[in-house]
């Protein structure tokens, strides 16, 4: 099956400028994750999404991000205005909800670096 | 979710069994114990999980102690190719909850 695609793979920008991630997960997989990995640390979530409704975003900076999921399917993750800190690997999982432990298969990531 | 414990790093020669340790003394009856590798550049991938039996598949064997505290992925016969930072993440059953990941253990294959 194909896995959860990610683009773009690297972008660059400087800060206070914006920028969109796109996902699309494994077809049928109810739940989406955005995860951010900053260079040397392990994922930390973002939001998570069941369907098109938000699941959890606690720690998601909302003052500056944003995330949307349209008709259940792909979602996108957008920073606005971009900060130096922000430089890190934008990590995309979904998995199949169905009541039960089911493993989250994870994209490739962006890797997102901000001048 | 109960905190993990692992060291940040281990090494191994190519061919051998690792045994990569993880401490989960605070776990509850109701979580799992999930393990996940994340080679350099690449997204993590899932390797196994239990709740409280030995488990197997193709990639590894998980053993879990009878009191559930601690337990050890065993990547068999170890390949260059699994030198990646392993995450052992504790994480409770029967809803969609998020994965918790931790710092990890850097393993290295060597030649």
């Known amino acids: 099956e194909a896995g959860v695609a990610q683009s773009p793979r690297y972008k660059i920008i400087e800060k206070r400028q914006s920028v969109a991630f796109w996902c699309n997960p494994i077809s049928g997989h109810a739940t989406l994750y955005w995860y951010q990995q900053i260079l040397g640390q392990g994922p930390k979530l973002l939001i998570q999404f069941q369907n098109n409704g938000v699941v959890d975003d606690s720690q998601l900076p909302k003052d500056r991000f944003s995330a949307e999921r349209l008709k259940g399917v792909d979602s996108t993750l957008k920073i606005q205005p971009a900060k130096l800190e922000d430089s890190a690997v934008y990590l995309c999982?979904?998995?199949?909800?169905?009541?039960?432990?089911?493993?989250?298969?994870f994209g490739q990531g962006t890797r997102l670096t901000v001048v | 979710d109960a905190k993990t414990t692992q060291p940040p790093s281990m090494d191994c020669a190519e061919g051998r069994a690792a045994n990569l340790p993880c401490n989960h003394s605070?776990?509850?009856?109701?979580?799992?114990v999930y393990w996940y590798r994340q080679i350099h550049s690449q997204g993590p991938q899932y390797i196994i999980h239990?709740?409280?039996n030995n488990e197997t598949n193709e990639m590894a064997s998980l053993i879990i102690t009878e009191d559930r505290k601690s337990s050890t992925l065993i990547p068999p016969h170890a390949t260059l190719r699994d030198t990646a930072v392993y995450y052992c993440i504790v994480r409770a059953t029967g809803s969609a909850r998020q994965l918790t990941f931790g710092s990890g253990t850097q393993l290295t294959v060597l030649p």
């Open positions: 605070t776990i509850s009856g109701n979580e799992y």
């Open positions: 999982a979904s998995s199949l909800y169905r009541g039960e432990n089911t493993e989250a298969f």
């Open positions: 239990g709740l409280k």
